[in-house]
């Protein structure tokens, strides 16, 4: 009998089954961090004293959170429509791009309240037109999404340095970057949130927009599982032929959530663009487009799932700093590979652990 | 520097640049005829890399660190066909867990070896492979044309070169001359009918992607050891997905991709060239430009407006025998 039809209760498949994929991960990044000759046990305690141990800590950590609960929900709602978008790291870009002209726009003008949500339009409006021609691509020409959006992430870079080091560049400076924004173009810390626990953000560029991110989950759990456009989109996921004999529209439904897709993964912008650095960088996504990829796979492809691993990538994130701070001979990168190993399990290898736990699972409901 | 200087110094540049596209995007010719997508490209080639440097570094031979490039990128063929055939998982997200894993773990254990931001030490012209001058070349240098062609072109490339150039003909002879071949071509298309000749599916395609391993392994080395002398951390940049554009551009074919590949090489080293110069009547062409030709290419085909590239049919499909 094929176990892969054997459902399982909930927690077992959100719950159970994340969390053993994640301690493999964690295990094999013991060995390799043992391997060097540091402590495994000792790498993570300063993982979790770095991310969680201070409030700028913990602000660094939600900081980063924020960009991983964007990207996380464009790749889930293109998953659940049977999409994999790879595309996330560009469309953040261009994203920038949109956010960065409406806060050049507006700063002198208004104060940040009224910037805001026009960024999120602007940024939303620029990742939705980045995802738009791979969506149009796959929808009516056929061709590949995942290797159109690959293609996409290099055009889109290349196009970003040309505009930052020819166009957006201010004047007379060599660092490829717009000007920085003024207070109207900002978005405000939210210390006052870190103050009602009694700890003090520091530096750390914890933002407004960790708010606008988790509005954003709350609206795509309502999308996928509570409108008939979801249920479209999660049929044409489950099976592209019986959604066209349920007379669901092939092209439409690709376009739409890609063009969602796009306009989440563009708002992330807005964390680092506006709430961060206050200005356009060259690179300022720095791969939370394909952080994304993990912590939707990780996540379940479920909005409070993707909060979760958001969080738990954002004290990676931290907390690898950190290591790296204390650790000299352990470098930032061991998050990519501890990244890498979390989307091997969670995603390529999901089905190795099912069928013990179902035999598991069967024996222990019979008895 | 006269016209015709300036075509030998473009040409030979192009034949440096597209060598690690050709050895990459042949093994993704082996794997995805055989019906495995394979977005790990970039992170076999850059593991190769890794292993290929630490190891000449520390024999100090090139062929020692050939094969060990060849048996790191292999491992991971069969991490990628574990996930992706036995487990039936999903191809994609397997390809990118490994370009993820590589591109870290090459950094931290380099910078834990050799203490120097993730790149290896250079390497002596002994562990590596270096030029080879053809018989004849320094008499020919003279001789108008053909001279300067086949002295700085044609002679003087590592072995490697020559050995891609090797492996195209040879990989269509494989694929379509031999019973290996036309087996691993019918799994790509139709599993189901290769499953009822009673061929082992699992075990054609495990060998697909050996074959992928090992010319990647091949494409990690040129990089590492004969192009560069050591290892630099992200040195594979993208060429992976270059390789995996020219395999579409290529329309999965073995003499095409070759052409594919000298194409993006070439626009590679025209780029080189043209930085900071100024192009007749058109002025100053930005550089962003020609590095984002082969992806803009590649989309404009994959919509099907230069001709139709039509995929392997089993593509991306784990095979599940009917039950």
Redesign the interface.
Known sequence: M?TASVSLPNWITYGLIPVLNLIVAFLISGV?VWL??ESPLGALSLLIEGALGSGEGIGFTLYYATSFIFTGLSVAVAIHAGL?N?GSEGQAYLGGLGCALVALALDRFVPWYVTMPVAVVGAGLFGAAWAS??AF?QAK????I???T???N??GA??M??LLV?VLIVPGKMAPETRTFLEGGQLPKLGWVMNLFGAKLGAAPFNVSFMIALVAAYFVWLLIWRTKLGFEMRTLGVSPTAASYAGIPYARTVMIAMLLSGALAGMMALNPVMGSSARLQVEFVGGAG?VG??VS?MGRNHPVGIIFSAILFGILYQGGDWISFEMP???R?????????V??FA??????FRPALVRVYQQFKTT | MDYYDILINVLSSTIRLSIPLIFTALAGLFSERAGV?D?GLEGKMLGAAFAAACVAYITDSAWLGLVAGILCSVALSL?HGF??IT????????G??????????T???G??WFGQG?RTPQLSPASRFSPITLPGADVMREVPVIGPLYSNVISGNNILTYLAFLAVPLSWWILYRTRFGLRLRAVGENPGAVDTAGISVSWLRYRAVMCAGILCGFSGTYLAIAQSAAFIKDMSA?KG?IA??AL?FAKWKPVPVMFACLLFGFLDALANFMQGKQVPLIGAV?V??F??LP??L??IL???FIGVAT?PKAGGVPYTKE?
Not at chain 1, 141 to 144: C, D, L, N, T
Not at chain 2, 87 to 94: D, E, M, T, Y
């Open positions: 094929s390799v060097i000759g994999f790879i021609i791979p691509l020409r056929g061709s590949h995942v290797i159109t690959i293609m996409f290099y055009i290349a196009l340095v040309y020819h394909f990829i993990a796979l001979n352990i470098t990168e061991m998050i990519l590979v501890i990244q890498g190993l989307i091997l995603g390529a290898l999901e089905y190795m | 997508f977005i991490v996930a992706s487990n039936r998982g999903n191809q994609i997200i397997s990118v867990a490994i370009n993820f894993f590589i591109a870290g773990i950094i931290v254990l910078q834990a993730g993208g997905y995996l554009a579409v930005p962003q430009i590095q984002a992806y803009i590649t989309c994959l919509a099907g995929p039950r």
